[in-house]
């Protein structure tokens, strides 16, 4: 079973471990329970791919604990709808491209937590298919800030938006007045950072805290996990009856 899925062709002769061994050179072996780890779809197989990836390249301190959120993240269903964001991760250990990156994911959820709130207000909860639809073609704009602030308010984990806060005040608004508004604290300096890290490339922006970035990172992969485990089955639900997912073709035969 293991040589068809990786050769991709179906053979009834058996093969002993050693002979399939040196035709595999590196490999890292997982064991899934079918419960856990469903694969379906060719996302699946990246999912897979990226996990072993993490798995392997595990560092000590910070780095290491950026890439146990991502490996957790890559543990949920949903990731599927990310998975090339997190592949972007993979690729690079600049840590301003990482936050950039770890933005992108709640970006992502920009126009699906706004058709979840409007299904919800005008009593259409099992149309928000088409709600995603129609704010994706009729190109209706939310502003940014105002979409982080609302989804960190809704979806974010009260302890992980603390400890956010708490390195806001610390390692970027050091001299200023501490705002009871901690949501909007934290959701303002996200996108601050965002176009501070895109207009930096051009020398027009400093970035406040950059020694410290790598820090804001492991916060902010916790975030995006806290925000995702609570839309899972949301997430999951929408992108299947958007057939956004590609199938393995090993699955329908």
Excluded: W
Excluded at 120 to 146: A, C, Q, R, W
């Amino acid at each position: 079973m293991v040589y068809d899925r990786i050769f991709g062709f179906t053979e009834d002769m058996e093969y002993e471990c050693d002979v399939v061994f040196e035709m595999i050179q590196n490999y890292t072996l997982f064991e899934f329970d079918n419960q856990d780890f469903e694969m379906y779809y060719k996302e699946d197989l990246d999912r897979l791919l990226y996990m072993m990836f993490f798995y392997d390249n595990r560092d000590y301190g910070q780095n290491m604990e950026l890439t146990s959120n991502i490996l957790q993240i890559l543990e949920m269903d949903s990731s599927k709808c990310i998975i090339s964001i997190l592949g972007n991760i993979a690729q690079t250990r600049d840590a301003s491209m990482i936050f950039l990156q770890l933005y992108r994911c709640i970006e992502y959820l920009f126009i699906i937590c706004k058709a979840l709130d409007l299904s919800k207000k005008y009593d259409m909860e099992g149309e928000t298919k088409k709600m995603v639809l129609m704010i994706d073609s009729e190109k209706i704009h939310f502003p940014e800030n105002g979409c982080i602030n609302q989804i960190i308010c809704q979806y974010a984990l009260s302890g992980v938006l603390e400890e956010y806060y708490d390195y806001v005040c610390n390692y970027v608004n050091k001299n200023e007045i501490k705002s009871e508004q901690k949501e909007k604290t934290v959701s303002d300096y996200i996108y601050a950072t965002r176009c501070k890290i895109a207009h930096f490339k051009y020398g027009q922006e400093k970035i406040s805290d950059a020694e410290t970035l790598e820090k804001s990172n492991v916060i902010l992969s916790k975030l995006v996990k806290s925000i995702f485990q609570e839309l899972d089955d949301d997430l999951m639900k929408i992108n299947k009856d958007l057939d956004t997912f590609s199938e393995i073709d090993f699955m329908n035969n």
